[in-house]
């Protein structure tokens, strides 16, 4: 059986149970501070702070640890129980809010000392009341001691004692953390050096390409939210799907409009928050909107994941949008504009319907095995002397460079090494890197080419030394 968590974890029917860590949603009215509490307590900022309501639209966990004690941190978008009338968009972030705290081992409800107990606190109060889950509530922006006056007022909402704290500055912070503990069930110790694990794929892209659709269909629910609105994902989000037998962290990401440094306000923390995630990611999948040229922001995305050093899955999204004319468009663009990327998986995709969505994991498989390919030495380097032998480099200056041997020197992504008696032109680098492929696969992965040039000083110094010993 397959049991989930808010945090969207979920464990894979291999007959073992593995307990799952406690939950803890936060909940509470747009911009009282609750990512802001979300980033004090995890000690980094990971959650989008911005100085507007409503920067967190999903529901987004977070691993967390107190006092040894593993737990799950959701934050959520700012709850207005009353949404009746209200956009669409802000009834969905009370729907996922609700969610949250029905899959909740606890409820951490942040309210604004300074403001005091609004309408919306009371209504939300009493939906918490409910929903007979345990809660802390935490009264925030007590910056210091007169301010504490403040938070005596919500005594009122009949949730017990109201937790003086200031996320902006810790003040508090450690006392509202033990009573959060105390309403959690027994919860796992924090385990260290853990291996394995489901493999971690990033989805990326421009802003409104289908990305948290994608992540929709393949959970069977509405983790995140959709809308027709670009910008909608600001926080990358994590969710444990079964696919092919296997199970794979997927992370949502927020769309990527420019270069991190150009972005501004919450649009730069959700573009560094992106860069993050495919950082911690082992394969990315970028997803392309077919039905439209592709945009240099599309090769960009693209050349990040390569700079990265992640493997790579290209997905083509809304094709059943695309007719037969559109289909030889694109695939002119793609030979004249992603020469670079020939080398990844391909799969033409409809998030909408799911189509296709099943191709997904075997495009995964192949990047990520070649990803992880390795050479033995001594295939590496005969099939490199009769490629020399065939093509030898280019004269350089009147001297031809020699390559003396070479080696594999990592993987993840593969990286070799040339040992080399002079410099080696780049497109000849380009060309080693291109028969390396023909020859080895690599299929999915970036693979990278350096040279090591011989210092004459040091290799005349080391063969008198060889021949004195």
Same mark, same amino acid.
């Given at each position: 059986?397959?049991?989930?968590?808010?945090?969207?974890?979920?464990?894979?029917?291999?007959?073992?149970?593995?307990?799952?860590?406690?939950?803890?949603?936060?909940?509470?009215?747009?911009?009282?501070?609750?990512?802001?509490?979300?980033?004090?307590?995890?000690?980094?900022?990971?959650?989008? #702070?911005?100085?507007?309501?409503?920067?967190?639209?999903?529901?987004?966990?977070?691993?967390?640890?107190?006092?040894?004690?593993?737990?799950?941190?959701?934050?959520?978008?700012?709850?207005?129980?009353?949404?009746?009338?209200?956009?669409?968009?802000?009834?969905?972030?009370?729907?996922?809010?609700?969610?949250?705290?029905?899959?909740?081992?606890?409820?951490?409800?942040?309210?604004?000392? #300074?403001?005091?107990?609004?309408?919306?606190?009371?209504?939300?109060?009493?939906?918490?009341?409910?929903?007979?889950?345990?809660?802390?509530?935490?009264?925030?922006?007590?910056? !210091?001691?007169?301010?504490?006056?403040?938070?005596?007022?919500?005594?009122?909402?009949?949730?017990?004692?109201?937790?003086? #704290?200031?996320?902006?500055?810790?003040?508090?912070?450690?006392?509202?953390?033990?009573?959060?503990?105390?309403?959690?069930?027994?919860?796992?110790?924090?385990?260290?050096?853990?291996?394995?694990?489901?493999?971690?794929?990033?989805?990326?892209?421009?802003?409104?390409?289908?990305?948290?659709?994608?992540?929709?269909?393949?959970?069977?629910?509405?983790?995140?939210?959709?809308?027709?609105?670009?910008?909608?994902?600001?926080?990358?989000?994590?969710?444990?799907?079964?696919?092919?037998?296997?199970?794979?962290?997927?992370? !949502?990401?927020?769309?990527?409009?420019?270069?991190?440094?150009?972005?501004?306000?919450?649009?730069?923390?959700?573009?560094?928050?992106?860069?993050?995630?495919?950082?911690?990611?082992?394969?990315?999948?970028?997803?392309?909107?077919?039905?439209?040229?592709?945009?240099?922001?599309?090769?960009?995305?693209?050349?990040?994941?390569?700079?990265?050093?992640?493997?790579?899955?290209?997905?083509?999204?809304?094709?059943?949008?695309?007719?037969?004319?559109?289909?030889?468009?694109?695939?002119?663009?793609?030979?004249?504009?992603?020469?670079?990327?020939?080398?990844?998986?391909?799969?033409?995709?409809?998030?909408?319907?799911?189509?296709?969505?099943?191709?997904?994991?075997?495009?995964?498989?192949?990047?990520?095995?070649?990803?992880?390919?390795?050479?033995?030495?001594?295939?590496?380097?005969?099939?490199?002397?009769?490629?020399?032998?065939?093509?030898?480099?280019?004269?350089?200056?009147?001297?031809?460079?020699?390559?003396?041997?070479?080696?594999?020197?990592?993987?993840?992504?593969?990286?070799?090494?040339?040992?080399?008696?002079?410099?080696?032109?780049?497109?000849?680098?380009?060309?080693?890197?291109?028969?390396?492929?023909?020859?080895?696969?690599?299929?999915?992965?970036?693979?990278?080419?350096?040279?090591?040039?011989?210092?004459?000083?040091?290799?005349?110094?080391?063969?008198?030394?060889?021949?004195?010993?």
């Amino acid at each position: 059986m397959r049991r989930e968590s808010t945090a969207g974890q979920a464990e894979p029917g291999d007959g073992a149970e593995e307990p799952l860590p406690p939950v803890v949603a936060v909940v509470g009215r747009p911009n009282v501070g609750k990512s802001t509490l979300v980033n004090r307590i995890l000690g980094s900022r990971q959650a989008v #702070v911005a100085d507007v309501p409503g920067v967190t639209r999903d529901r987004v966990a977070y691993d967390a640890t107190w006092r040894g004690r593993a737990f799950t941190l959701v934050d959520t978008g700012g709850w207005e129980p009353s949404v009746e009338g209200a956009p669409v968009l802000a009834a969905r972030v009370a729907a996922q809010a609700r969610v949250a705290v029905d899959a909740a081992d606890a409820v951490l409800f942040v309210t604004d000392a #300074v403001v005091g107990v609004t309408d919306a606190d009371a209504a939300v109060a009493a939906v918490l009341r409910r929903s007979r889950k345990p809660v802390v509530l935490a009264a925030n922006k007590v910056d !210091d001691a007169p301010a504490e006056a403040g938070a005596h007022s919500l005594w009122s909402l009949g949730l017990g004692e109201p937790r003086p #704290v200031s996320a902006l500055h810790g003040r508090g912070s450690g006392d509202l953390l033990d009573a959060v503990l105390d309403a959690l069930p027994p919860a796992p110790g924090e385990s260290f050096g853990a291996e394995g694990g489901p493999r971690r794929v990033a989805l990326i892209g421009r802003p409104n390409v289908g990305k948290s659709s994608l992540l929709n269909k393949l959970a069977g629910q509405e983790r995140v939210l959709v809308d027709a609105v670009a910008g909608t994902t600001r926080d990358p989000v994590d969710e444990l799907i079964e696919l092919g037998g296997k199970t794979w962290r997927f992370v !949502d990401t927020a769309g990527i409009r420019r270069r991190v440094r150009e972005a501004q306000g919450a649009d730069y923390f959700a573009a560094l928050r992106t860069e993050r995630a495919l950082d911690r990611a082992e394969v990315a999948v970028v997803l392309i909107d077919a039905s439209e040229p592709l945009a240099e922001q599309d090769l960009r995305i693209v050349s990040m994941v390569i700079e990265a050093g992640r493997a790579l899955v290209i997905a083509y999204n809304k094709w059943d949008l695309v007719d037969e004319e559109r289909r030889h468009h694109l695939d002119q663009e793609i030979d004249r504009q992603l020469h670079t990327a020939r080398w990844a998986p391909r799969v033409n995709i409809s998030a909408a319907t799911g189509w296709h969505a099943d191709r997904l994991v075997p495009a995964l498989t192949t990047a990520l095995d070649g990803w992880q390919t390795r050479v033995p030495t001594g295939q590496l380097n005969a099939w490199l002397s009769a490629l020399i032998a065939a093509t030898p480099p280019p004269v350089r200056g009147g001297r031809q460079p020699k390559i003396m041997f070479a080696t594999q020197a990592g993987v993840c992504p593969p990286a070799f090494v040339l040992f080399t008696t002079g410099f080696l032109e780049a497109s000849y680098r380009r060309f080693i890197e291109r028969r390396l492929r023909e020859e080895f696969g690599f299929a999915g992965s970036p693979v990278r080419v350096t040279m090591r040039m011989r210092d004459k000083r040091s290799t005349s110094r080391g063969g008198r030394t060889a021949q004195r010993h």
